[in-house]
């Protein structure tokens, strides 16, 4: 959406408009929040919604973790503040019943909060790629778990950090190949294997690049060791590329409990998931 005002001219305070998604948020005062939102034409933006924690707030309802939203805000020298929103979807209310897709979910959240760049930088691919995201653990159409990696496979993608599933990262020799070396970039050929190097099963790195490509088709024929073992692997490679954990991930479940110590971590692909801009509003 077109903003509304450009800067701070002849005493008018500049507003805009945008679609967002609510990341995080945390209190202030008394009855204030701090909300951190994943906009589509800014980027990540941290505005003041003053009042949303009183019971007569107009709005505190819709600036909730996983809200998509059409908010306006005006633009402050250090925190703009939010002065209308209206709600797209409220995902939140409908995860929450489900531990699975809501720790999921969470992830997501974080996994956009930390790949997004300065304030004020736009991240369309991002933004869409995490609205897809929500809508597809909503929809339960496939399991979650394979939504949360392809999610993760992408959102690295989008960063750069796309690995290489199906040719050698060193090499480039086609695959289908077995070892996975994070620092690598991805995949490795028995001539090109690391020590550190973790040898995965066959069929393993064919799902991620079918998750990585969206090829559900695919994807959906796995096995749970297959896909433990790319969730695993996913895993490793994000937090090598973030160089820290995510505090959310150890406790989202997908086949089966994963610990990432056991794995040694010493071209953009199109979005798989739909644009949102024919939601429908609630």
Known sequence: MAETGTGWQAGRVPTYRETAVVLRTQKLGEADRIVTLLTRGRGKV??????????????????????????QCYEGRNLDTVTQVESLAAYGPQLSGDYVRYSCGQVMLETSDRLT?????????????????LRALVGDVHPPGMVLDAFLLRSLSVSGWAPACDVCARCGEPGPHQHFHPGSGGALCV??????????????????????????????????????????TTTAY???????GLRSLPFAERTAPIDVRTVDVTSDSGLIFADPGDHPRE
């Open 191 to 232: 001539s090109c294997r690391l020590p550190g190097a973790v040898t995965l099963s066959s069929g393993t790195l064919d799902l991620m690049g079918a998750l990585l490509s969206g090829d559900w088709d695919s994807a959906d024929q796995s096995n749970d060791r297959q896909r433990n073992e790319a969730s695993t």
């Open 238 to 244: 994000l937090q090598w590329h973030l160089e820290r």
């Open 46 to 71: 941290r505005a003041v919604a003053k009042g949303v924690r009183r019971t007569s707030s107009r709005f505190g309802g819709r600036l909730e973790p996983f809200s998509f939203v059409d908010v």
């Open 117 to 133: 760049g300065e304030e004020g930088e736009s991240s369309v691919q991002q933004f869409l790629l995490l609205i897809g995201g």
